[in-house]
């Protein structure tokens, strides 16, 4: 997933949030050992995590850019991203690292609903095809830079009802959301355990 044609402001710092990267690294860690974030053979990385920093503002803390072929991520391997403007496609970010280059897709939700609290992106072929296969929600690629792509699934439907979907055309991709890490975590398990049973 690219970064289209955003312009993003990075200063590097000392690592940040640390008690909210932490928390990430959890999930992260059991995510990779299941092979959902991780890196291709082509040495591609895919998935990333992230959660709200500020219950009032859109800010998020998430995983590093090329972070995925790493079992374990200290703090120095995560961005903040501060703010971020559509309309002149300018990104504000800080920390050790850059953000993951899915960080679009982070901040549109984030700004569907204040009560979102963490989203995550992983890729599984398997998951994704019986997502598609189950008609679950799904977005194009070739829309995520309108920033009304996730806003548009989600504009008769109770998101957190639906709190999961796929990106059609990128590698597999597979997202999901909720009210916190934890929720959010559950919303995957429980797609895969369908999976499994299927």
């Keep these: 997933m690219e970064d289209f044609d955003y312009s993003i402001k990075y200063t590097e710092t000392e690592e940040i949030a640390v008690k909210e990267c ?76 850059k953000p993951s280059n899915q960080w679009l897709l982070h901040s549109y939700l984030y700004d569907l609903d204040s009560q979102i609290k963490a989203v995550i992106i992983i890729n599984n072929e398997r998951v994704w095809d019986y997502m598609i296969n189950n008609e679950f929600l799904k977005i194009d690629y070739s829309n995520l830079e309108n920033c009304k792509a996730v806003e548009n699934i989600y504009k008769n439907i109770d998101c957190f009802l639906n709190n999961s979907f796929l990106i059609d055309g990128n590698d597999f991709s597979i997202v999901a959301f909720g009210k916190s890490l934890s929720e959010t975590e559950k919303a995957l398990y429980n797609i895969i355990k369908k999976v499994l049973k299927s």
């Design 22 to 97: 932490n928390k990430i690294e959890k999930i992260r860690a059991r995510l990779y050992s299941l092979g959902l974030i991780g890196a291709h053979t082509n040495g591609n990385c895919f998935g990333s995590i992230s959660t709200r920093y500020n219950k009032n503002k859109s800010s998020f803390v998430i995983t590093g850019l090329n972070t995925g072929e790493f079992p374990k991520l200290n703090p120095n391997y995560y961005s903040f991203v501060k703010k971020f403007d559509y309309e002149k496609k300018k990104m504000f970010c800080i920390g050790s690292s």
